[in-house]
């Protein structure tokens, strides 16, 4: 970060690393990316197709083990009813899912990196539990025959999460889904637009007027309509909004090529044999 010969800096981290390598690498001069943390958001909306829905949230938050920066962390569910059906269908399709080692292809996911970050993740489920939220479906004592000693965290679902509570602040970064009720679409929008991270988001619904809507006010980076995890393809950038992105230019796609280039502006003119041109104190215009 201090050195001359460096150019350029990317980081792909935590939103402290990211914050403090952007700050100390544009202090030295140098052009800086720094992605950042993420908590993901998923409204579902009362006219939407709950089975899809529910299939679409199980792989976009359980995949990897929770352990990517577009992990779907949250579900946002507007009105009771609509949370009810998504919870009991949730519950219902987790019962199915199998964590355990990576060598049997039976398993839909394995451990989480370390035993540091399997106690972390399953203090975030401890906190919310003793928070008032209710645990659903629980994944803090899967049984794995044979891997007793492995860092493993099973699926995990938690209702009646509020926003006040740390474990919905935080980035867990493992296998946990939380359910957040609110009102109105409105309500669920703010309850995005006001989290410091702002990643990536979807909207599970019939409705293209609602989609149109979120898509065009919601404060995040990336946004999915009926798609989890809004990741786009190559050719577009990749990069959140708020503290999941430090810089102006996000990975991949144009940003990307930006980023990694130096771009220069020749300016030439070559006057016809026995020309002279006056003085000109302005700037070439032709």
């Known amino acids: 970060l201090n050195d001359d010969r460096v150019a350029a800096v990317s980081f792909v981290g935590s939103t402290p690393i990211a914050e403090y390598i952007y700050r100390t690498a544009s202090g030295n001069g140098k052009r800086c990316q720094a992605l950042g943390g993420a908590k993901n ?14 299939n679409q949230l199980l792989g976009a938050a359980f995949g990897s ?15 009771d009813e609509t949370a009810d059906a998504l919870v009991s269908t949730l519950s219902a399709s987790m019962a199915s ?3 355990g080692p990576a060598t049997d292809s039976n398993n839909d996911f394995g451990p989480v990196i370390t035993q540091q970050h399997q106690e972390k993740v399953v203090g975030h489920i401890n906190s919310a539990e003793e928070d008032g ?7 803090r004592n899967p049984s794995i025959p044979g891997y007793e000693n492995g860092f493993f965290v099973g699926a995990t679902l938690i209702d009646h999460v509020t926003p006040e509570m740390e474990s919905y602040k935080a980035e867990i970064f493992g296998p946990v889904l939380q359910v957040v ?32 809507y979120f898509a065009d006010n919601i404060q995040v980076g990336m946004v999915g309509i009926n ?10 950038s990749f990069g959140g909004w708020k503290r999941s992105l430090f810089g102006d230019l996000a990975a991949y796609g144009p940003d990307g090529v930006r980023f990694y280039t130096k771009r220069k502006t020749i300016t030439q003119r070559w006057p016809s044999s026995g020309v002279r041109e006056g003085v000109s104190f302005s700037f070439p215009s032709d």
């Not at 958001?41 to 529910?54: C, E, G, K, S, T």
């Not at 939220?133 to 994944?139: E, H, L, N, R, S």
């Not at 798609?227 to 577009?236: C, K, M």
């Open 41 to 54: 958001h998923a409204i579902v909306m009362p006219d939407a197709d709950i089975d899809n829905a529910v």
């Open 65 to 79: 083990s929770g352990e990517r920066c577009m992990a779907l962390s949250v579900a946002v569910a507007v009105g």
């Open 97 to 99: 899912l199998n964590v």
């Open 133 to 139: 939220a209710t645990v659903v479906v629980d994944g």
């Open 181 to 212: 009720r609110v009102g109105t679409m409105q309500e669920a929008m703010q309850l995005i637009n006001d989290h410091e991270y702002g990643n990536g988001t979807c909207i599970f619904t019939r409705d293209g007027e609602a989609a149109r």
């Open 227 to 236: 798609i989890p995890l809004p990741v786009p393809v190559s050719y577009h």
